[in-house]
């Protein structure tokens, strides 16, 4: 059976998506912790841009400085190219590739709804484990992988602070892919980490926890109540805050 491959048009589930990427903002709430690692002219790494809701509030708080927002899906990309246009973020570099532990060519598996919707934050790279076909059906983008080491070279990047990830599982084949650029600028790094996720590129959580503190980052966890940062001595899921001392 021949793949179905995604072909970009406007319907109306594409425009309710662009209209709330351009008028909400989320995330708001970390705010106040995101001031504490991103300087005014800092560089900040979004991999994942998704509708750039993260990358409207980095390019805020690093207002003299660079957001790289890497982005491969070609349908996130069309809302998040709008976004930051309308929202005049002229401070954000759109990266049309996926991040990972080598450079080549990718299938992105985007989930498709009821009536036609896509289910964009779900997208992730086929890997080890595919289950989006068991719930929905899944329409195929091709994109490409760069390693992160490779686009710090290519982009002269001179400093890197802060590292956001959300890759529905591919956060520590970035990782494998950057190593290099992450043990030379030392950013805070914001990852995604769910196991089951994790195991669609044959990772885990026990092995995030061993990379990422084999090069000397330490976990934290959020507090909600607090919004502080805890440290964590324990494997956890979630979204986790890796500081270097």
């Not at 532990?101 to 080890?128: C, D, M, N, T, W």
């Not at 484990?129 to 994109?143: P, T, Y």
Request: charged share 20%.
């Amino acid at each position: 059976m021949k793949p179905n491959y995604f072909i970009w048009k406007i319907t109306f589930s594409w425009c309710a998506h662009a209209f709330k990427a351009i008028t909400k903002q989320h995330h708001l709430e970390l705010r106040p912790q995101l001031e504490k690692f991103i300087p005014a002219d800092g560089v900040v790494l979004d991999v994942g841009a998704h509708a750039g809701q993260f990358a409207k509030l980095f390019s805020k708080i690093a207002s003299n400085g660079m957001v790289i927002s890497v982005e491969p899906g070609s349908y996130s990309r069309s809302i998040l190219r709008l976004a930051l246009y309308f929202n005049r973020r002229r401070n954000v570099v759109v990266v049309p590739s996926a991040l990972g532990s080598s450079s080549g060519v990718e299938i992105l598996r985007l989930p498709q709804k009821r009536k036609g919707s896509y289910g964009f934050g779900l997208s992730h790279i086929a890997g080890v484990k595919n289950d989006l076909s068991e719930r929905f059906d899944v329409v195929s983008d091709i994109v490409v992988s760069v390693r992160l080491d490779d686009l710090a070279t290519k982009m002269n990047m001179d400093r890197l602070d802060f590292i956001k990830a959300d890759i529905e599982g591919w956060e520590m084949r970035m990782i494998a892919g950057g190593l290099e650029t992450i043990k030379r600028f030392r950013p805070v790094i914001y990852l995604e980490l769910i196991d089951s996720s994790l195991q669609r590129a044959g990772d885990s959580l026990a092995s995030a926890w061993e990379t990422l503190s084999g090069i000397g980052y330490a976990p934290y966890i959020m507090d909600e109540t607090t919004m502080k940062l805890t440290p964590l001595h324990s494997i956890h899921e979630g979204d986790i805050w890796w500081l270097s001392p």
